[in-house]
């Protein structure tokens, strides 16, 4: 009887453990409201909630080195960046030198990330060209990865932070802020963000500068870091600045994961997110992009979680 009892409790025990794994709090960090990357995350950990029994718990972070190294070092379990950036930090160059975090691997591929300098609708300011000594956000002591995006776009008309008047800043939001408090003339942002549409109509619109689409500004865009390209976006209800199709700077958005997370959350998570797309575009138009045929795109320095890994060659996205 009393053999019979023990087991019974061990098999209670067992199925306990199954189901706490299961329900298991997943810490997801992204920038502060307002960004298009927190709003982002917030519709991606609703939906996995929503068709998983994994919990998702947001965690906005001042900027990407600290969202970062918190997916790298446990204090999250995924993250959202962008390639460029990731592949910086795996390798620790640029604003990671000599701090890599060697722990961050790929979860999927979401969508591209459009960014671009915008001025006020009415600004004599037309073109990239146009910004030479205007005052322009810098510095970006808790969002250091707006630097190389913002040289990316400089490079196209061999321009450099030098050539500007800069206004020291320390992420996207305060940067927008001030924009919008007239201290600066020209700004900083992804588009499609919340915080575009609540800048626009604060200073009577807003107007996105476009990038000449060229291969020789491609080139020279790409000597900043090779992973970006000049993507070109339409009018939209959520584009705000975009009145007319505007070249700005592109780059992939990706989802990542510390080593540490186990293979099997990534699996629950990837169901949650792979055959739910109209799920997700309900949360934010910008899901529209979302392609579940593209998730498992490759990168040259970036590399796939174990767990994705199995769940990818499970469902025919990865040989």
């Known amino acids: 009887m009393k ?4 087991a019974i ?3 209670g025990a067992a199925l306990l453990g199954v189901s706490v794994a ?3 709090t997943v810490g997801f960090a992204t920038l502060p409201p307002g960004a298009v990357n927190n ?4 519709v991606i950990a609703k939906v996995v909630q929503q068709h998983t029994k994994l919990k998702m718990r947001v965690q906005p972070f001042r900027g990407t080195h600290a969202m970062q190294t918190a997916v790298n070092n446990g204090q999250a379990d995924l993250g959202i960046n962008e390639v460029a950036s990731m592949t910086a930090s795996l390798q620790g160059i640029a604003e990671f030198k000599g701090r890599p975090l060697s722990n961050l691997r790929v979860v999927f591929n979401i969508r591209t990330l459009s960014v671009g300098m915008f001025v006020k609708k009415d600004s004599p300011i037309k073109t990239i060209a146009d910004i030479k000594g205007r005052k322009y956000p810098s510095q970006w002591s808790a969002f250091p990865n707006a630097i190389p995006l913002t040289m990316g776009i400089f490079a196209t008309e061999g321009l450099t932070f ?3 008047d800069g206004v020291p800043t320390t992420n996207i939001i305060r940067a927008a802020d001030d924009f919008q408090a007239g201290k600066l003339d020209v700004g900083f942002f992804a588009v499609g963000a919340p915080k575009m549409a609540e800048v626009n109509s604060a ?3 807003i107007r996105f500068l ?3 689409n060229t291969p020789e500004k491609l080139a020279k865009m790409q000597t900043v870091r090779p992973d970006y390209f000049i993507n070109t976006v339409k009018p939209s209800p959520i584009n705000a600045g975009i009145a007319q199709p505007t070249n700005v700077l592109g780059v992939d958005v990706l989802i990542n994961a510390g080593a540490h997370v186990k293979d099997e959350v990534i699996e629950e998570f990837l169901s949650g997110v792979m055959t739910h797309k109209a799920d997700l575009v309900k949360g934010h138009p910008l899901f529209r992009a979302f392609n579940p045929k593209n998730m498992s795109r490759q990168y040259k320095v970036a590399r796939y979680h174990p767990g994705d890994i199995k769940f990818y060659k499970k469902h025919g996205l990865l040989k």
């Open 39 to 42: 709003i982002t995350v917030q």
């Open 22 to 24: 299961q329900a298991q």
């Open 9 to 11: 409790f061990a098999a």
């Open 203 to 205: 200073v009577g619109g």
């Open 3 to 6: 053999t019979r009892i023990l």
């Open 210 to 212: 476009s990038i000449d």
């Open 162 to 164: 030098d050539d500007v």
